[in-house]
């Protein structure tokens, strides 16, 4: 049973061999990988995962594989590697300053590389040196969000794309950032926040913080925070296999059908902070939970990036950066480097926010 998916690899090859000397066709070898991977899924066995990966040991489905016989042969498993130590400083605001503002990690300079090798918005490769700056250790929440509303007399628009349940995004009438398609409490990340909405949070930060400097980060510090001391596609021991244990994403559990069946994360929509390890940094949720906005206009690329990681404010303006992914997306999307463009007046049920500041003289 073990070598039915080498045998059926190899036929399969060998008759797209034969098609292609026939002058029928061209081998499709990612087809011939997909076959062989349906066929491990029907089978179902250790045995099965075990040829696929045998087979196709740079696969399509190799990370899905992977998770699949670990999760039936644990014995299998590589040894957990140790957490990278964390170097940054908790920063809270003292009592009687601030009250409103959210704690804070301050996040180390370095140098580090924007990007990555998969060209497109990813790329190309940009070396970056990073100021030491503040990031909030969370998503600014529904309560935020709240105590805001309440204190300023304003309001975001109720109205948003939510998911159906057919898994299409759809605009909503009356939705918004505490009733966002799926049940919330004040200590949930809060989602349909705009990019002028979360501008708005961020000014009345700086009306309420006598020492100010509040803003949204920039794209660049977002993806370097995210990382931690990390330099991988997914910036956690165990990379792709343990995306579950990770983060927030679509796991086999949730109802779209881009969904990762390899494994399920036990939620299908956001949760507070702390649910998910925090990276080496402290930071929750950097990755998955909920799509989140930065300062910069949208590029189609990093050509043009500054060296010293500052938001981009020539492009695109009327559309803004996210980064991060979120609770809908699959692995593909929940890799450090991924980033999407989206109007800024648009609310998603998948989109929230952090905020940054710099960091105060002699801080």
């Not at 059926?8 to 062989?36: E, F, H, K, P, Y």
């Not at 130590?85 to 009592?95: A, K």
């Not at 909503?172 to 349909?192: I, S």
Request: charged share 25%; net charge negative; with cysteine.
């Amino acid at each position: 049973m073990r070598y039915l998916i080498l045998a059926s690899a190899v036929a399969l090859m060998a008759s797209a061999g034969i098609a292609a000397a026939q002058g029928t066709r061209q081998i499709d070898r990612s087809g011939v990988d997909r076959a062989a991977w349906e066929f491990a899924q029907e089978l179902n066995t250790a045995d099965a995962f075990q040829a696929y990966l045998e087979s196709f040991p740079d696969g399509l489905f190799r990370d899905e594989a992977e998770a699949q016989l670990f999760a039936l042969r644990p014995d299998l498993a590589p040894e957990p590697q140790p957490e990278p130590p964390r170097t940054s400083l908790v920063i809270v605001p003292p009592h009687g300053d601030c009250t409103v503002c959210p704690r804070v990690i301050r996040i180390p300079g370095g140098e580090t590389v924007l990007g990555s090798e998969q060209g497109g918005a990813e790329g190309p490769r940009t070396v970056q040196t990073i100021a030491s700056f503040e990031i909030a250790a969370t998503e600014i929440t529904v309560g935020d969000m709240r105590a805001f509303e309440e204190a300023t007399g304003t309001r975001t628009r109720r109205s948003c794309f939510v998911w159906t349940e057919q898994g299409r995004l759809r605009s909503r009438d009356g939705a918004y950032w505490g009733a966002p398609g799926y049940d919330v409490t004040d200590d949930h990340p809060a989602a349909c926040i705009s990019w002028d909405d979360a501008m708005a949070y961020v000014d009345w930060l700086n009306t309420e913080d006598a020492s100010g400097g509040w803003r949204l980060p920039s794209e660049a510090e977002f993806e370097y925070a995210a990382r931690g001391s990390l330099d991988l596609e997914y910036p956690w021991p165990g990379g792709a296999s343990a995306i579950c244990q990770r983060v927030n994403g679509a796991g086999a559990e949730s109802r779209f059908r881009h969904r990762n069946t390899a494994c399920d994360d036990g939620t299908e929509a956001p949760v507070p902070a702390g649910v998910f390890p925090v990276n080496p940094y402290g930071l929750s949720h950097m990755i998955g939970n909920l799509w989140e906005w930065t300062a910069d206009c949208w590029n189609g690329s990093h050509r043009g990036a500054t060296a010293d990681g500052a938001a981009r404010t020539t492009g695109t303006c009327s559309s803004r950066v996210l980064r991060g992914g979120s609770w809908d997306d699959p692995p593909e999307n929940l890799r450090v480097s991924y980033r999407v463009g989206i109007p800024k007046t648009r609310r998603q049920a998948n989109v929230g926010f952090r905020v940054a500041r710099d960091l105060a003289p002699g801080g």
